[in-house]
């Protein structure tokens, strides 16, 4: 879009005598990301016409990805049409062009390649630059990296690239686990789980490090290198999110003789951990120009939804399927009516515990409570899962009304594509 745009800026100063060759040159440089440079013919406001000479140079990034163009425009009309007045009439065209050259002094500097010390560049003569002999000898533009000091790291290089990746990828593996593993109250004694989300713990301390030393755009656009300020920046901002998110939390809950009561504490402290998914959110904000970008994430962010209502909804049957006071079962959860329908019910352990037990297993209440969500967020419902006490009508209202405005925004986001159809890259 910037390519197309600087050529067609450019066509407000074409004339008839513009070369069409020349301009169509101009086009292709544009279009290719060349380095070139043209004599060409163009017109002023006025429709005085200018001969400039006009050098095109890309200016690429440490990932050799043209970011803009440079062009320098020199004024070279007294050397392509020498004025004739009265001071000069008679005089021959060698002696006009002499005149001319002596006479335009700046022009010429312009004109002149800089030449950079330790540098054997061979220097042309003035007329020949004015021919076009060296114009092919042009410097390589590229943008230059900020000086840092040795332990700082560029935020933008390859390496805290891909790290912010693996983080963004086990950001999402939190998201999901979390809620999954407080609404299930499910003890990490598998030692698979708990060496894997052991891992994950290490990985957010390490990024935690990282991060201090890591730079950071400032409120101008600079990139701010000076550890002390990055420092402060970190501390303000993310720093107590991301130092809770890496608690160990399952290693905690996989002692035995943990209490009840703090054991669900620390569970109920790992939803912390969702709060990065800010980040990613912020991470993922320049993928929104792409249609084909935001269809995924309108995927993920439906299916992420979902999974956490689910959870919701099976915390929600699981506190009322059973009354704490009297120790009566309720007949009418779903719960109980889907214990009923798997062959798992529920029964009363008269001569052990003294209290209810059984009833469906994990994997079974996960995906019943994930295809109700599913259901009620696409206002869909069958209605072979139904709420029955208050609290689950509730949440089922608010379900619905989620689903209503996830629908909405699915309904205006194709003619958004329409109006969009390609990314503006600015």
Known sequence: ETRQSACHTSLFMYGELTDKDTSQKVRLTF????????????????????WFFVKIAPIRNEQEKVVLF???????????????DETSKGWGKFARLTR????????????????????????HSR????LQLGSDILPQYKQETPKTPP????????????????????TFYTAIMVPYNVSFKTKQNNVTWLVVDSIVDVIFLVDIVLNFHTTFVGPAGEVISDPKLIRMNYLKTWFVIDLLSCLPYDVINAFENV????????????????LRLGRVARKLDHYIEYGAAVLVLLVCVFGLAAHWLACIWYSIGDYEVIDEETGILRTDSWLYML?????????FNASGTGKWEGGPNKDSVYITSLYFTMTSL???GFGNIAPTTDGEKIFAVAMMMIGCEYMGSKAIFPNLLLEYPHPVHI
Request: hydrophobic letters at 40%.
């Open 259 to 274: 209490d009840e009561g703090i054991s669900s504490l620390f569970s109920s402290l790992k939803v912390v951990r969702l």
């Open 31 to 50: 279009e290719n990301y060349e380095m070139n440079s043209f004599e060409i013919l163009m017109y002023k406001k006025n429709r005085t016409p200018v």
């Open 70 to 84: 440079l062009c320098t425009f020199s004024d070279i009309t007294a050397f392509k049409q020498p004025i004739e």
């Open 378 to 380: 696409t206002s869909i």
């Open 151 to 170: 332990h700082i790291i560029l935020h933008y290089c390859a390496f805290k690239t891909t790290w912010d990746w693996v983080i963004l990828i086990l």
């Open 100 to 123: 001319a050259l002596t006479s335009s002094r700046g022009v010429l500097q312009q004109l002149q390649p800089t030449v950079h010390k330790g540098e054997n560049v061979h220097k």
């Open 127 to 130: 007329l020949a630059e004015v």
């Open 339 to 347: 214990g009923e329908t798997v062959g798992s019910p529920y029964r």
